[in-house]
């Protein structure tokens, strides 16, 4: 049997293949972005999913894709311990923009982004993978991600910069102390992700005129970092992949065409194109 995994920081998803290439199982489990979560963690998350559980031992390829994966020691990390569970596997981990790129590949030539818990863009020709800028995570990249726009929706709540409708509502909502954000934020792991969550609030109200122009301008900030500096970025689709490019699609296609920018596909989930890429041309 063979797993692929789709790793992002907030949740992993999980894809089982039996010998004969039959999707046997679908899962979930929480991320294991490894600059967020401690190593000696994620068995025991694992460990959670008693589906995983039955078919530790007859695993014999683990092929991940995650987030926080784009350094050689943090991929070292997640495949020491995915063999710990998973016994009789080769277990391969590399970023999520190459799982990215797979899934988002349509024959030509394409930048292609994530825009999830994190944010992250490359330029695919079909074979290769070209990364022209580091991932700086959510302290000081991850422009346009769901945990940019959750950090923007907290601090301008408690800064009390929300218009009073948003601001009560919020208040509402969350009842949110300063003591339980920064507990969370600085103490408690997977502090991105805890900061991403708020996107329901901010998704519930996106045609708000203030969480509007508040999202158009992240995603205009990441196009800014992320995107322009390739300077294919004019001349090619720019894919994404990723629940915050799929709930803010909108916005995101109007701040695309404020720069002349072409949005091609925008896909919430890559997990499906990503094991039937496997399927065609890895296994």
């Known amino acids: 049997m063979v797993a692929i995994v789709d790793g992002g920081s907030t949740k992993c998803d999980w894809v089982i293949l039996d010998d004969f290439n039959k999707v046997f199982l679908k899962t979930e489990t929480i991320g294991f972005n490894p600059n967020n979560i401690a190593a000696e963690l994620i068995v025991p998350e694992i460990e959670k999913n008693i589906s995983l559980g039955s078919v530790r031992t007859s695993i014999t390829?683990?092929?991940?894709?995650?987030?926080?994966?784009?350094?050689?020691q943090n991929c070292a990390?997640?495949?020491?311990?995915?063999?710990?569970f998973f016994t009789a596997a080769d277990v391969t981990a590399k970023e999520d923009l190459m799982a990215a790129a797979y899934a988002a590949y349509s024959g030509k030539?394409?930048?292609?982004?994530?825009?999830?818990?994190?944010?992250?863009?490359c330029f695919f020709d079909g074979e290769n993978l070209k990364i022209k800028l580091p991932s700086l995570g959510f302290l000081m990249g991850d422009e346009g991600s769901g945990?940019?726009?959750?950090?923007?929706?907290?601090?301008?709540?408690?800064?009390?910069?929300?218009?009073?409708?948003?601001?009560?509502?919020?208040t509402e909502t969350?009842?949110?102390?300063?003591?339980?954000?920064?507990?969370?934020?600085y103490h408690k792991t997977?502090?991105?992700?805890?900061?991403?969550?708020?996107?329901?609030?901010?998704?519930?109200r996106k045609d708000h005129p203030y969480f509007r122009q508040m999202v158009f301008d992240e995603m205009k900030n990441f196009f800014d970092y992320q995107v322009l500096p390739y300077e294919e970025a004019k001349n090619v689709e720019i894919n994404f992949i990723g629940s915050i490019a799929y709930y803010y699609e909108n916005?995101?296609?109007?701040?695309?065409?404020?720069?002349?920018?072409?949005?091609?596909?925008?896909?919430?989930k890559p997990i499906e194109s990503l094991v039937g890429y496997h399927i065609k041309y890895i296994l």
Do not use: H, W
Request: glycine content about 6%.
């Open 147 to 170: 945990s940019a726009i959750g950090k923007q929706l907290v601090r301008r709540y408690f800064m009390k910069k929300l218009p009073e409708d948003l601001q009560q509502q919020f």
């Open 251 to 268: 916005i995101l296609r109007s701040a695309a065409a404020e720069l002349n920018l072409n949005v091609g596909n925008v896909v919430q």
């Open 190 to 204: 997977r502090p991105n992700a805890y900061l991403a969550n708020f996107n329901k609030f901010v998704v519930e």
């Open 174 to 185: 969350y009842n949110l102390t300063i003591e339980e954000a920064l507990e969370n934020m």
């Open 61 to 72: 390829k683990v092929f991940f894709y995650g987030s926080g994966c784009g350094i050689p």
């Open 77 to 84: 990390t997640i495949e020491r311990e995915l063999k710990k």
């Open 109 to 121: 030539p394409a930048i292609v982004c994530i825009l999830g818990t994190g944010s992250n863009a």
